[in-house]
């Protein structure tokens, strides 16, 4: 794929971080690329820039500089256009953002050489339903979690797939993840590690009050429905990919289905998931 305009986003309130962006912007139209730039990456370097959402729309490729939740945001922002998306991590564990900031321009000299793998990533759509009428509508590319807030007593979430009652997860909450979140919320959670490749749909009960109710796989094209019982006075929250969301009240339905646009990620070739679960997870390690 042949990249000419190229969009630079940056985590949120890093200002220390504007040489690095004028820097690869500099690297950039030295080599003949159009750059635009975030505003977050504008403000960075007293420049004016577009919204996620806006520079999406407009560039070839986004570059991000950051760790997973700016990913995160900025596969919201590109809603259903499916622009490739570079992760260079200046955050933590990077599991998402792969790319280190040592690497940085050997990656760059590889991607616009057309040598790194596009990756798609499934993503899910999220609707919240109340008395039948949508009150909002989500993409997640790593999760959808509904649960109580931290004061509520437990919930009772009556879940069905494809139509067909699964059980009335009784607990702290349920999260609904993609592959990709399986390494995230999910696992900490006490859910299976799932390979990115392998397009399913993960149930993982957060505290559930009953030894019984274990994390479930369900196939990709399933069709989830989750409705909240009475919440006896409790608040809860439907949360997408730990960054958006709203409340849950009592009677609500949440669906849960694969989204018809998944995420572009740009990876090495021959990107070994085992070993970047070794090297970022510490997995196996004793």
Known sequence: ?????????????????????????????DRGYTVRLGKQSAEATNQSGMHRHELAANVDLIIVLGGDGT???????????PVPILGVNLGMLGFLAEISREELYETLEEVLQGKFHVEQRMRLAVTLLRDGETVDEFLALNDAVIAKTALSRLVDLETSADGVPVTTYHGDGLIVSTPTGSSAYSLSAGGPLVLPGFEAVLLTPICPHTLTQRPLVLPADSNVE??????????IQLTVDGQVGCEV?????????????????????GRNRFEVMRRKLRWGER
Do not use: F, N
């Open 1 to 29: 794929m042949q990249y000419q305009t190229i969009g630079i986003c940056l985590k949120p309130d890093q200002p220390e971080l504007g040489a690095v962006v004028r820097d690869l912007e500099t690297w950039l139209t």
């Open 71 to 81: 990913l995160l945001a900025v596969a919201r922002a590109s809603g259903s256009r």
């Open 226 to 235: 989750i409705r909240l019982q009475d919440t006896r006075g409790a608040e």
């Open 249 to 269: 009240r009592g009677g609500d339905c949440v669906q849960v289905r694969r989204s018809e646009h998944p995420v572009r990620l740009l990876v090495p070739p």
